[in-house]
Structures are given as structure tokens and as C-alpha cells.
């Protein structure tokens, strides 16, 4: 199957946390994700433009942050227009970012983006409260499938 996330063709790491072992890479969990992603996860300011056939819009810090919990790795910014920063993530050689599909034919510069925190992210409560929500729908997921 052909995925439309940059890196998926090499996003080939596997779970360095126990508790996610059922995910065997981070194809398998965009698959998850896209059942999951909604209105309520994205980002308040993008929540208007969101739709069905944009999953991705507002979702990259805390899926980035959500896959880097379950991989391991460090997460990256990409700094935007506005000043905020477009999370991704590295593990190793493996550079992958399950929510590029939300700026279309838009190609981002993956190289040299500065290192981002969950404490600085997670300052902002509204972005601690989406991730823990899809934190949680993604854990009730896994446990409907096995």
C-alpha cells in the first residue's frame, strides 16, 4: 500500500515501548490515527478549515509527540509563517511526518529544524488536553482490535 506521508517509504521503526508493541511501525499507526484524528484533536485555530478529507490539519505536535512515545526518537519544528513550528519526527536515520499531507503538493525542508519539547508544547493546556485525548482514543482502539 502507498501512504502520502513524507518518509513513509522508510518508516521503518518499531515500538520501543511495551505498551505499544501491537504497532508495528508508523504506517500502521497513521492507519490507526486516521480512524481517530477529528475536529476535537486539531488545533482550535484550524479547527474551521478541518475536515474528512484533510485528517492531518492540526494534528502535528501531538501525533508527533504521541509517535515519539510509542518509537522513541526526537521531535522537530519546522518553523511557519506565524511563528509556530511543524512537528515531525526523527529516530536514527528514519525521518518521518504522519501529518504532511495537510500542505498538499507544498514541499517543507526537513533538514536542520530545531529540537521541540513536550513541556514547552504541553505549556499550553488546550494542546496537553488534545494529545491526552488522542492518547486515549488511540490506547481504546488497540484494545477493541486484539
Same mark, same amino acid.
Do not use: H, M
Given at each position: 500500500m502507498n501512504y502520502n506521508f513524507y518518509g513513509w517509504e522508510t518508516a521503518d521503526v518499531s515500538p520501543v515501548n511495551?505498551?505499544?508493541?501491537?504497532?508495528?511501525?508508523?504506517?500502521m499507526l497513521y492507519d490507526l490515527l486516521s480512524e481517530i484524528w477529528c475536529a476535537k484533536t486539531c488545533a482550535p485555530r484550524m479547527r474551521h478549515e478541518w475536515n474528512e478529507d484533510n485528517k492531518t490539519l492540526g494534528q502535528c505536535s501531538i501525533t508527533a509527540f504521541l509517535a515519539q512515545d510509542i518509537f522513541g526518537?526526537?521531535?522537530?519544528g519546522i518553523l511557519r509563517s506565524g511563528g509556530n513550528y511543524h512537528c515531525y519526527n526523527?529516530?536514527?536515520?528514519c525521518?518521518?511526518?504522519?501529518?504532511?499531507?495537510? /500542505?498538499?503538493? =507544498?514541499? +517543507?525542508?526537513y533538514s536542520e529544524n530545531?529540537?521541540?519539547f513536550r513541556e514547552v508544547h504541553f505549556?499550553?493546556?488546550?494542546?496537553?488536553?488534545?494529545?491526552? /485525548?488522542?492518547? =486515549?482514543? +488511540?490506547n481504546k482502539l488497540i484494545e477493541k482490535q486484539c
Open positions: 511495551e505498551e505499544y508493541k501491537a504497532i508495528k511501525n508508523p504506517r526518537g526526537k521531535v522537530y526523527v529516530i536514527n536515520d525521518v518521518f511526518d504522519l501529518t504532511s499531507e495537510q /500542505f498538499g503538493d =507544498e514541499k +517543507l525542508d530545531p529540537e521541540q505549556a499550553k493546556e488546550e494542546k496537553r488536553l488534545r494529545y491526552e /485525548f488522542l492518547k =486515549e482514543s +488511540l
